[in-house]
Structures are given as structure tokens and as C-alpha cells.
């Protein structure tokens, strides 16, 4: 075992504060990285105040990480030391479901393990995500990351980025799509971009006038205000394929109404009451609604190689590791474009 | 104009009486049928009863209608005299939309003619149903029937059937596939016979136990009485799709459940409030809900060949006429195997 600087919740009222953790030495499959940056994600936010009520402390947050390398397990294949490499929101799961076999680790029949806050299948105790100098697992949780890419903007795509790739290839999204994204925070923007990337026509769907400038430099071809009715009523009928971001409350009903024939919308945002939805706004134009949950392991990677492909990283702003208190407050009220990540040398 | 009798309801209270009405001579692409059969759609009540407000009366119910042709226009192509035909849901469409142009008539963008309660597209006014002695329509709305299957039963595909088969046709339903097909009545029979001959392994969900004979005469291969907690435990997570016929009041997140990874349940029924669906439902699992209506033309052929193809037809109840309104009080009561079905010669 080994003692690592952390920054952690002690209880779901307080403030996060430095935290010594002990991880395991390294396991025959295991890849131990030098964690450089980790990013900030709303989850982080929700499991510190435990708004979902599965939370154990003390919690050590991040699922955005980033590192270099700096030992592997003599059975290690996919890495050396020095290597760039990546943890998302997982670090194990059963590997014996039909999800697990295909590959869809993040839909595990048997529940998968989360970077932190989740229990390790050997009975070793609490997972511990990335606020902290180092981590560890199995190389086959572990994701390659490119050199070709900004490595702190890097971060959010193992959150963010797979959480909106991952239901834009599923329900294939792709040149002749037309593409709405509601909502524009940490998974918005991502979605633009990446629906851009595939070749889609892409619209930002926003209540928010002043976020039409962003928007369209993320790429979007065009920008809708929800509330001008003018403009909704050109977009209604429209769109093939809907990515609802946004976890406040909001009348699903509305966008779809914005779908056309066999128009699909998709819900990556947990909003806190369900989604009231009369069966009629279905069944005239054959719409669907449906969820998506961040992404399996091989879909992750996949999602890597094309951003860095399409040289796309997150929009970012940089902070801390003392500051993630007031970088919480401020995500709380949004205020951030789009997503913070920590830069974990200063731990 | 030619006057027809018919069975009509004059206002939304009083029961259906002996009507006449006036039927237009065939234009040159008209196609003149003598009815010999019409199937009693749960549809007809509602229109009669002006259950979504949008009656207009007299009201001449009846789209699931069978018959021979006793005209047809100068440049009719696809009909003689003499040949059996049908008429479904709708006369007419705007034929100049994307969805029409694409043969997904029931999904017109400008709203298209139902068989009855609908208006003429040539301002002729009213249209009227199958409880009638003669009908007609442009050829492009009348449907082929094959001599091979027994008429009176095949009445009932023309509705029941077809909106059934469109959505396991959509979402490709087929060998492989474990169907659940919710509610065993009109829609639901249909349902399990139809993914039974695709290939599928069908399982009817009922929480009637003495459905369970029936169920397995049509077909299913598996029975699960929904309020037994021990067979339906069996079923969690298990379902690639499930069919929805239910119109009354139940709870959509329980059937939610019984579906696996990347599982989809379509709605067909329509339940007097709306789905309480929470978000985390559809994104645990990727699942999804949609709807579908009815079928469009060249569909509800395809479906009618392969009807004929598989020797389906629908399971009837053979009334005059003149029980018509009692068959409406029995059809209240779900009090029918599986369909009632007019035998027009009694009018």
C-alpha cells in the first residue's frame, strides 16, 4: 500500500479539504498513473452533497483523469511507463454479462464499480477518484490518450465527451442528421462539437440569447431561442435527432415537438421530477424518447482516437486544486464554460 | 350522388340508428366497393362518444372495412369489378409531403382524411365510414385483399393488424428478438400472432390469469402474469421490445424494467394521463419509449400479403347490424374475442 495526497469530502456539508488515501500497489493487470490533471463534473458536486443518497465517506471525487504512466503490472500489455493514459467513471465491472462481453461495460448487469465512491470487487474497500496524486486499475479500464491533444482539455472527454458521443453514434448521427443540443454547459458543448465532427447539422437549442455567440463558435450551424416563438416554429417538425442535456426541470413535451417523423430525443440530463409524457406526443410522427449513459470501455477509446482525429478537446478553464470549493459555487450557479479542470501538480 | 344506408350516431349521447347518406359518383381514379364486412374498432366508440372532441354528426363509424368492387374510375389501374379490396383508417392525405411521398401517409404533415369523421380534401365535405352499404376512394387508398384468407376476419387488419405490424416492422422485430406484447385484447391478439410469424419469441404480458390459455392458442410462448412477483422477476431486464396496447391507466417505468440493455417499448394504446417517465429510467439501460399509428398504404399492403402469406386473420365476433350498440356495451367491457366484426348484409 501506499499513502497519496488527496482532496476529499469528509461528510456531505462541509467544505473539501486535503486527505491522505492509501492505494494499492500495483496488481499484476494494473496501470498506476501520475494523475496531471482531472476534471470537475457535476456528478463530483451531486455525490459530495450526497443528492443521490449512495454517497460514503470520506469521498474523494474526479472521474476527468488524466496522467502520465508510472508503473505497469507484469501482465500489462496496453501500457509503458511514460505513456499518457486516462480513467473515466469506471474502474471495473462483472466482465461476464452479455453487457460486459459486448463491451457495454457503463449498462454491467451486475453493477459496475465507480472511480470513486463504488467498492472494489475484491473486497479491498472504496473506490477514490482523481482529486489526488496518483491512481490505479486494470489496464482494461484504462484509456490511451494522444499526444496530439491538449492534455488538460483532454480531461472532460472521459465524462463529458463519451456521455455525447456515445448516444449520437447509437442512434447513428451522421452527414443529412439534423441535430438539436439543449442545453449549453459541460455536456452541450461537447455535444455540438462532436455532432459537428460526424457531419450532422447541428442547432443549439438555448433560453439564453447570450449564448448564441458561443454556440455558433463551437461550431453549430445554428441557434434557436426556445422562448422566441418565432423561432420555435420553424424548428417545429424539424430535427431527426435531439440531445437533452439539461438536468433542471424542463417540459419535454416542448422538443417533441421540435422532432420530426421518427425523430429520436435523448435525455443525458437528470432532471428532479419524471418527464410527464402523454402517449399521443409519441405516437403521431413516431417519436421516441430514451436515455444514454456515458459509454461502454471500447466506445470510450473509440471516442479518444476521434477527437483526436477531429482535434477536439473540452472548452476549459484551469484551476487549482485549493479553489475546488469555490469552482463547486460556481458550478452551481453554471458559471463556468465549460468545464473546470483541476491542475493537479498544484496538490 | 348516389344515397346510401348506413348506421350512423346523430350526437354524442344517443344510441347508432339507421341513417342515409350521400355517397359521390367515382371520379376517374375512384374505386366503388360494396361492403360486405366492417370491423368495430374501440376507435368507432370514441369518435362516436366525441371522446377527443373532435366529432362531427351524423357520424358514420367503420375503418376496417372489406368488400367487392362494383366500380371503378376510367383511370383506376390496380382494381376491376369484381376484385376484393379494403379501405383502412384513411381516404386521402396531402400526397406532397415528405412523409406521404415516402408512403407514411398516417404521418402527413398536413394532416390527412380519415375514412370517417375526416373532411374532403376537394371540399365535398364529411367523410363516412364502413357501418354502410357502399364506399369509395381514390385507388391509391384501397387496399388489395386476398381471397385466400376468410374475409370476414380479415376486416380487422385493416386497423388492429396494421397498427400493430407497423411497429414491429419499424423497429425490426424479428427472429431473435424477445417480444413482450402488453394486453391481450383487439391490438394485443393481433400483436402476438403478427411477431409470433416474424420470428420472435413472444411473451404475453396480462395481469388476467385466464388469458393464459388463450395467449398460448394464439401463439405466445410464454405466458407472465404481471402481479405475480416471482414470474415477473423472471422477465426484469429481459424483453428486447415490448408492444403496448394498453389504453387504460398503467404504470409505463414497471414495463421499463422488464426491458434489457437497449430495449424499446412502443406505445399504441393511449391512456387517459400522461407517462410519468423519471430520466434515470431510460438512461439505466439505454431504453427507450416510443409511438406509432396505424401504417401507411404501401405498408398496410405488405402487411395484408403477409397476412396472407402466414394464414392470419384476426379473431371475430360475427354481429347485425342492428346489435350494434350492444356490441358497443360489450366492447366497453373488453367483452369481445377479439374483435367484432358487421356482417353488412344484415343492414
Redesign the interface.
Known amino acids: 500500500m501506499s499513502s497519496v495526497k488527496a482532496f476529499a469530502a469528509l461528510d456531505n456539508s462541509s467544505p473539501l479539504v486535503p486527505h491522505t488515501i492509501e492505494r494499492r500497489d500495483p496488481k499484476p493487470h494494473d496501470v498506476q498513473i501520475d494523475i496531471l490533471f482531472c476534471g470537475v463534473c457535476h456528478s463530483d458536486l451531486h455525490f459530495v452533497k450526497n443528492d443521490w443518497g449512495m454517497s460514503t465517506y470520506p469521498l474523494v471525487p474526479g472521474h476527468e483523469i488524466v496522467g502520465k504512466v508510472t508503473a505497469v503490472g507484469p501482465h500489462v500489455k496496453k501500457f509503458k511507463v511514460g505513456d499518457l493514459a486516462g480513467i473515466g467513471c469506471l474502474v471495473d465491472s462483472c466482465r461476464d454479462c ?2 460486459c462481453k459486448e463491451g ?1 461495460e457503463q ?1 454491467c ?1 451486475n453493477g459496475w464499480v465507480g472511480t470513486y465512491g463504488g467498492q472494489e470487487k475484491d473486497g479491498s474497500g472504496a473506490t477514490y477518484g482523481g482529486y489526488s496524486k496518483t491512481i490505479l486499475a486494470h489496464e482494461d479500464f484504462v484509456l490511451k490518450i494522444s499526444e496530439k491533444l491538449d492534455l488538460a482539455a483532454s480531461a472532460p472527454l472521459l465524462c463529458a465527451g463519451i456521455t455525447t458521443y456515445s ?1 449520437l453514434r ?1 442512434w447513428k448521427v451522421g452527414k443529412g442528421t439534423r441535430v438539436g443540443v439543449l442545453g449549453l454547459g459541460g455536456l452541450g458543448h461537447m455535444g455540438v462539437k462532436l455532432a459537428v465532427a460526424m457531419g450532422a447539422e447541428v442547432t443549439m437549442l438555448s433560453h439564453t440569447p447570450s449564448k448564441e455567440a458561443d454556440a455558433k463558435r463551437l461550431g453549430a450551424h445554428q441557434f434557436v431561442l426556445t422562448s422566441d416563438e418565432e423561432q420555435i416554429k420553424k424548428v417545429t ?1 424539424y430535427f431527426d435527432f435531439i440531445l437533452d442535456t439539461v438536468s433542471a426541470a424542463h417540459d419535454y413535451n416542448f422538443y417533441l415537438g421540435l422532432l420530426r ?2 425523430g ?1 430525443m435523448v ?5 428532479p ?21 456515458i459509454g461502454g470501455l471500447p466506445e470510450t477509446q473509440e471516442m479518444l482516437d476521434f477527437c483526436a482525429e477531429h482535434n477536439i478537446v473540452s472548452d476549459i478553464e484551469i484551476i487549482a486544486m485549493k479553489d475546488i470549493n469555490t469552482a463547486y459555487e460556481r458550478l452551481e450557479k453554471s458559471d463556468v464554460k465549460y468545464r473546470f479542470v483541476i491542475d493537479m501538480s498544484t496538490l
Not at 406526443?281 to 444514454?292: A, E, H, M
Open positions: 452479455d453487457n457495454l449498462y448487469s448516444p447509437h417538425g417523423t421518427n429520436v435525455c443525458v440530463g437528470v432532471p421530477a419524471p418527464a410527464q409524457i402523454p402517449a399521443m406526443n409519441l405516437i403521431f410522427g413516431r417519436k421516441s424518447i430514451g436515455g444514454s449513459l
